[in-house]
């Protein structure tokens, strides 16, 4: 069997953005509705600017699809642009600080950003957004459940109850403009992002991706490439603009004595204990990895933000031919994307748990893997 991949192809003005996924089991009903939701919730979320106006993203399924199931052949998905002006947007002489702008322009020998920001752009997420919705849906039909939230935006904390199912976060979250399931911060966050928007600035923020049902020993600790919380970071931290990735405590750990960081282990019979229903933990500092393996508690992942770059207060630049001093160049942009990116990361983090999840129990059709997943279950 393939191993499940995917690529995106596309610019931030172009015609379309293209998802290109390997290694999906055949008999898979592409989970439509769900891509799509997932796609408008990424394009929501208070502080967003005019682009959002314009676009209304939908998935269009192109190959890999007879009836809406899998075949096993490449899935390709499209998300029209409908700004497709990338012809005719003028040049990007003065690179923005905090984009890919400068590097870019200099590792590409141009003096005109536009060709970097064109697929640098984070619109290029809509893309790795409906990959990500794919294995979600995917994941769902062995009971899987993921759901991506922000717990902190513009220096204000906020108060997540672990005692709260997910059902319960995500009520919450879809109640907020800014995906929050705390709603006494939500109009102190809302009040923050308003400020950063009359002074010409942006805001960032922390978001967090939870997942349950998951088995335990997805991913190995024998490679580190096969590490699924390195691969977990490695997804997360390539989110554009994330600057930093924790799983469960992170970097409290690092301040806290050992009896204090790692979760002890009990065991509990009851009628329905099997090998591993019966194992239950003090707490889940580790956040559903040890190891670099799932150990049957939720996953816990959070990634931090930073504001976006581009800021109606122009920063100062240069102009990359003449090399004299000028304001950095303006394209259209948001005062806060946290929401949005919460949404993404939802989005790849569902795609690594899939792809781990087919490592361990995938077959060439949903039968075969249901049943190699049943049978390992009903072990347990």
Not at 105 to 123: G, H, I, M, N, W
Not at 155 to 164: F, K, P, Q, S, T
Not at 283 to 295: F, P, V
Not at 342 to 367: P, Q, W, Y
Request: aromatic share 6%; glycine share 12%.
């Amino acid at each position: 069997m393939v191993p499940l991949s995917y690529s995106t192809a596309g610019e931030s003005h172009g015609r379309c953005l293209i998802t290109q996924l390997y290694g999906l089991p055949s008999g898979f009903e592409i989970p439509v509705p769900l891509v799509n939701e997932m796609l408008r919730r990424r394009q929501g979320g208070y502080g967003r600017g005019g682009r959002q106006k314009i676009e209304t993203d939908v998935v269009e399924i192109l190959t890999g699809v007879i009836r809406g199931h899998t075949i096993g052949s490449p899935l390709v998905l499209s998300v029209a642009n409908r700004d497709q002006r990338i012809d005719d947007a003028p040049p990007v002489p003065r690179p923005r600080p905090g984009h890919a702008d400068l590097a870019g322009a200099y590792k590409f020998r141009t003096q005109d950003c536009r060709p970097v920001l064109e697929r640098a752009s984070a619109r290029e997420t809509a893309a790795r957004t409906a990959a990500g919705a794919v294995a979600r849906g995917f994941l769902r039909a062995f009971g899987i459940e993921a759901a991506g939230f922000v717990v902190h935006l513009g220096g204000i904390d906020a108060n997540v109850d672990e005692g709260l199912d997910l059902d319960q976060i995500v009520a919450r979250r879809d109640a907020s403009e800014v995906y929050c399931p705390d709603s006494a911060v939500e109009a102190a966050m809302k009040a923050a992002i308003d400020d950063a928007k009359y002074a010409g600035d942006t805001v960032g923020g922390i978001f967090e991706v939870r997942v349950t049902g998951l088995p335990i020993g997805l991913g190995s600790c024998f490679r580190v490439e096969d590490r699924l919380d390195a691969r977990l970071a490695a997804a997360v931290m390539g989110i554009q603009a994330v600057k930093g990735v924790e799983i469960g405590l992170g970097f409290a750990q690092a301040s806290r004595r050992g009896s204090a960081v790692h979760d002890e282990i009990f065991w509990e019979a009851s009628e329905e204990t099997t090998v591993t229903r019966g194992i239950r933990r003090s707490h889940n500092h580790a956040g559903g990895l040890e190891g670099g393996m799932t150990n049957g508690q939720p996953l816990v992942i959070r990634g931090a933000k930073k504001p976006i770059s581009t800021l109606r207060k122009r920063l100062r630049s240069i102009d990359l031919g003449t090399k004299e001093p000028q304001e950095a160049s303006y394209e259209r942009s948001d005062i806060c994307a946290v929401p949005a990116a919460s949404v993404i990361a939802e989005a790849v983090v569902c795609f690594e748990i899939a792809r781990a999840f087919l490592e361990k129990f995938g077959g060439d059709t949903m039968d075969e893997t249901r049943a190699r997943w049943e049978a390992d279950h009903s072990a347990r």
